[in-house]
């Protein structure tokens, strides 16, 4: 498992855990991000926020929020 926000442009991976308080899990969930959901990383967050893709959708996050997101490759 990695934080999310390690990982690069392109990369397939699915969310392992979510690290953060009740308000932080539910705010991701309102975005689709929960345990199991495999997202796209369609720009890494090298430089600012991520853009990612969940399903048909592209969302954007920031890098506080991509380091508590623990994934896995696919």
């Not at 991976?13 to 705010?27: N, W």
């Not at 975005?31 to 369609?42: A, Q, W």
């Not at 890494?44 to 623990?70: C, E, F, H, P, S």
């Amino acid at each position: 498992m990695i934080p999310l926000l390690y990982g690069k442009n392109g990369e397939l991976v699915e969310v392992v855990k979510l690290v953060g308080g009740k308000s932080f899990i539910d705010k991701l969930a309102s975005m689709g991000i929960y345990s199991g959901t495999r997202l796209k990383i369609i720009r890494d967050g090298d430089y600012g926020a991520m853009i990612l893709g969940v399903g048909n959708t592209r969302i954007g996050i920031g890098r506080g929020m991509a380091q508590k997101i623990l994934v896995r490759p696919v």
